[in-house]
């Protein structure tokens, strides 16, 4: 098991950025693929970009070019920095994990993984 922790939300002018975090406990992270998810009230979680074991990453048509997914398996940690944020970028954003590889197309879908830290809130004002 791996439990996970997120932070670094806020709020931010639409055109700016956030960096947010994800630190994990527990042992061999680096068997875990990771990702991030946000969900707004009344939405279903939405992948926004998923990162493999080995550092291929993954992005949501709506965030491509404009976020970076990172992760550092020695400090076992999880970053996604944002770029260019939207007021649609606005929401409740997750860091989540499952234990060894998933399907690259299968990686923005939320089913998949197994372990989920409590959010960190993000909202984009115009």
């Known amino acids: 098991q791996v439990q996970l922790v997120e932070s670094g939300g806020g709020s931010v002018q639409a055109g700016g950025s956030l960096r947010l975090s994800c630190r994990a406990s527990?042992?061999?992270?680096?068997?875990?693929?990771m990702a991030w998810f946000r969900q707004t009230s009344g939405n279903e979680r939405e992948g926004v970009a998923a990162i493999a074991r080995d550092g291929t990453p993954s992005y949501a048509d709506s965030v491509q070019g404009r976020f970076i997914i990172s992760r550092d398996n020695a400090a076992k940690t999880l970053d996604l920095t944002m770029n260019t944020l939207r007021v649609e970028d606005t929401g409740m954003y997750y860091c989540?994990?499952?234990?060894?590889?998933?399907?690259?197309?299968?990686?923005?879908?939320?089913?998949?993984?197994?372990?989920w830290g409590q959010g960190t809130q993000v909202t984009v004002t115009s």
């Open positions: 989540a994990a499952r234990l060894g590889p998933v399907e690259s197309w299968n990686r923005l879908n939320p089913r998949v993984y197994m372990e």
């Open positions: 527990g042992r061999t992270y680096n068997t875990w693929s």
